[in-house]
Nanobody, 121 residues
Framework: QVQLVESGGGLVQPGGSLRLSCAAS????????MDWYRQAPGKQRELVAA???????KYADSVKGRFTISRDNRKKMVYLQMNSLKSEDTAVYYC???????????????WGKGTLVTVSS
């Protein structure tokens, strides 16, 4: 019913920038919070950044000042601008959204399949 599709990952040198995008589609009535998570090899998935439907944001300490999350409610998209990338930012980045499906009363969590970001020289 709901699909989240990430794009924008790739290989970038340390200090470089990337912009990730996530598009939500399907029988969507509304979207509450939209988040970006990441999972590095051998590590647990962690929250990178989150944004409410009203635009309030929060970030992991490790990315504050370097990453910016934003969203376009009309297009049902969320973005992650990543600047000053470091090797430790290498991970698969996942989009997560709390979506209220048309005809339902409560939101449910949906996940994308992820996009790989590799920071290496």
């Amino acid at each position: 019913q709901v699909q989240l599709v990430e794009s924008g990952g790739g290989l970038v040198q340390p200090g470089g920038s990337l912009r990730l995008s996530c598009a939500a589609s399907g029988s969507i009535f509304s979207i509450h919070a939209m988040d970006w998570y990441r999972q590095a090899p051998g590590k647990q998935r962690e929250l990178v950044a989150a944004i409410t439907s009203g635009g309030s944001t929060k970030y992991a300490d490790s990315v504050k000042g370097r990453f910016t999350i934003s969203r376009d409610n009309r297009k049902k998209m969320v973005y992650l601008q990543m600047n000053s990338l470091k090797s430790e930012d290498t991970a698969v980045y996942y989009c997560n959204a709390e979506v209220v499906v048309a005809g339902q009363l409560y939101g449910m969590d949906y996940w994308g399949k992820g996009t790989l970001v590799t920071v290496s020289s």
